[in-house]
């Protein structure tokens, strides 16, 4: 059974940092591409951040220059370093795993954490 759970998310002051972690279970995250994606309340769920197999990355322009989306293959988790966080970043963030394959695709979510910025 593949998991993907999400842990570092809480209340920040504006300004700050949080990590964010995924960890997944029951796959090898090795050739998929991993992101993270965030809802806030009464808004649609967006891309935050995304890295391929082989490291690319790519941001939402929101949060360039602020965030910085890694991965850790051997430990099976992905992360998401938060600097800079501003009000408008609250929201719920959920890691997502996605693979093509021949003949069908592979995508799996993760529950999702909250983070909140506030003073």
């Known amino acids: 059974q593949v998991q993907l759970v999400e842990s570092g998310g809480g209340l920040v002051q504006p300004g700050g940092s949080l990590r964010l972690s995924c960890a997944a279970s029951?796959?090898?995250?090795?050739?998929?591409?991993m992101s993270w994606h965030r809802q806030a309340p009464g808004k649609e769920r967006e891309l935050v951040a995304a890295?391929?197999?082989?490291?690319?990355?790519n941001y939402a322009d929101s949060v360039k220059g602020r965030f910085t989306i890694s991965r850790d293959n051997a430990k099976k988790t992905v992360y998401l370093q938060m600097n800079s966080l501003k009000p408008e970043d609250t929201a719920v963030y959920f890691c997502?795993?996605?693979?093509?394959?021949?003949?069908?695709?592979?995508?799996?979510w993760g529950q999702g954490t909250q983070v909140t910025v506030s003073s």
């Open positions: 029951g796959v090898t995250i090795n050739m998929y591409a």
């Open positions: 890295i391929t197999s082989g490291r690319s990355t």
């Open positions: 997502h795993a996605h693979k093509i394959l021949i003949t069908r695709e592979l995508d799996f």
